[in-house]
């Protein structure tokens, strides 16, 4: 499902919109920037203030600069969103004064997504930038803050290419070019995972997952395997077919290929995709059920981020693997005490169903290393211990080598995913040890563990173990997957965590910094 919202550019003059006769086209709503240092600025004027001729805005509205500062105590800070009535030459029309704050990519980010919430639905908006903004986070904001997640089929939808009736839009006054192409690329990527992370679970089995990522491949000029159970058996998936095993929709393993001609490196992005996770055996109460739906959103980031590769001409060789499963208790449901063989024939004994999580990773890992890659990092709504660590809005970071956690870091920083690296203390895996396997994947007093365990630590220690030793990261994004409620270019539901921040690793883009 697409974006909500078109971005698109508008040759006009701010002062010809507010004055010339037809200079609204038809827009209901015209912002115009507010930029906190300036309103600080006595000598500044309007013109420094918006970027706006005072006697243009003075005639639409009726007030000077200070009158409209004072009455409503305007700050500039990012995204504050104040309307007024506007006299133009077509009509009154609604002025959104919109805080820029500093000028950041974050700042603008936060901005572009106040705006997109003040659009009506089939409405469209006038929206004046400075001529030194950076417009490429402004319009990501936009995009991200106006996502809509909708069913097809639902009657907000329709036939049109886009599927969503009364489609808002948003134009920004330019003098030349489109804006910001960048922005819609990577918009659309993050708009695909929080859909996939959206959709309820009744729909989202398995199969119907990997054919989401079949469809994307096809848009995006992908490789594209599934393997079915039957091939999962054949060559070794044991604990991917061991989540899936309770469930009547089998699992399925997802691999999506982009390999540019002359690619420099290889990496291998590996997701988890637990379509609903009920626990298995080791039921969850039903509260922690609730939001299950979301337990591949790592998946989905990886869905996503392959699905903008070739757009942004990624010159890198970038392998996507997915395990989609259903984690559900029934006759046929793995059972805790019992030992399974994963990829690669490593033995791990089950000591808690609802810790599938790692088993599929620990497939994945285990096959990614046999693809001969220069750097493998997996994403996953892992650990709740995560969460209690790190709260809702920073994913961890476990990394095999200081320069790759330097990077990821830098580049979830500037597009305002951020990461804390987490230690990998050697000592803490003496809790998986096992006496009936290889190892144990959790830590249990059955097998000497010690009280008060760190839950992401260790799953990230047991994950380690299937990497053969090759460059590393694992993300653990249980936080910052889901957000409870509207925030800055955030959207209540899956936020698409990762999408962005592998996207800015793998594409840095001319206008990036290099990490710190």
Not at 318 to 326: D, F, W
Not at 341 to 355: C, H, P
Not at 372 to 396: F, K, M, N, S, Y
């Amino acid at each position: 499902m697409p974006v909500d919202i078109d971005v698109t550019p508008h040759l006009a003059a701010v002062d010809d919109v507010l004055t010339a006769p037809g200079g609204t086209d038809g827009a209901a709503l015209v912002a115009v920037p507010v930029r906190r240092p300036r309103l600080q600025d006595e000598d500044a004027g309007w013109d420094a203030v918006t970027g706006i001729g005072t006697a243009a805005l003075g005639q639409a509205i009726g007030l000077t600069v200070a009158e409209v500062v004072t009455a409503y105590g305007l700050s500039g800070k990012p995204g504050e969103a104040v309307k007024v009535a506007a006299r133009t030459a077509d009509g009154v029309v609604r002025l959104v004064l919109l805080g820029l704050g500093d000028g950041t990519e974050a700042d603008l980010r936060r901005a572009g997504a106040a705006l997109a919430r003040q659009v009506d639905e089939g409405a469209t908006a006038l929206a004046a930038l400075p001529d030194d903004t950076d417009t490429d986070p402004f319009v990501e904001g936009v995009l991200l803050g106006g996502y809509k997640f909708a069913l097809r089929g639902r009657d907000d939808h329709d036939d049109s290419d886009h599927g969503i009736k009364g489609r808002r839009s948003v134009r920004l006054l330019t003098s030349a070019g489109s804006p910001a192409q960048r922005a819609g690329v990577i918009a659309a990527a993050v708009s695909l995972a929080r859909d996939l992370v959206n959709t309820p679970s009744d729909v989202k089995t398995p199969a119907w997952l990997a054919d989401q990522a079949v469809a994307a491949a096809g848009r995006s000029a992908l490789a594209v395997r599934v393997r079915d159970e039957a091939e999962l058996a054949a060559e070794g998936f044991g604990g991917l077919l061991a989540v899936g095993s309770g469930s009547v929709h089998p699992p399925r393993l997802i691999e999506l290929s982009y390999q540019p001609e002359g690619a420099r490196d290889h990496v291998v992005l590996i997701g988890k995709g637990i379509t609903f996770d009920s626990g298995g055996l080791s039921l969850k109460p039903n509260e922690a059920m609730k939001a299950m739906k979301t337990d591949m959103a790592g998946g989905a980031a990886v869905i996503g981020v392959l699905s903008a590769l070739a757009a942004l001409a990624v010159p890198v060789r970038v392998t996507g693997l997915i395990g989609a499963a259903e984690n559900l208790p029934s006759g046929s449901a793995m059972r805790p005490g019992d030992v399974i063989t994963s990829y690669g024939g490593r033995t791990v004994e089950v000591l808690n169903t609802d810790a599938e999580g790692r088993l599929v990773l620990a497939d994945l890992l285990g096959y990614a290393a046999t693809l001969d890659p220069g750097t493998t990092v997996d994403l996953a709504t892992l650990t709740g211990a995560v969460r209690v660590a790190l709260g809702g809005q920073i994913g961890a970071l476990y990394a095999s080598a200081d320069d790759l956690a330097a990077d990821l870091t830098a580049a979830g920083r500037a597009v305002g995913e951020r990461l804390w690296r987490m230690p990998l203390p050697e000592d803490y895996g003496t809790a998986l040890t096992s006496v009936t396997a290889d190892l144990a994947h959790v830590p249990s007093a059955m097998n000497g563990a010690r009280n008060g365990q760190a839950g992401s630590i260790v799953a990230a220690l047991f994950l380690r173990e299937f990497t053969g030793g090759r460059r590393w990261a694992h993300l653990d994004i249980a936080g910052p997957s889901r957000s409870g409620s509207d925030d800055g270019e955030l959207t209540k539901g899956g936020t698409g965590f990762g999408t962005r921040l592998l996207l800015r690793w793998l594409a840095p883009g001319p206008e990036s910094e290099p990490a710190e």
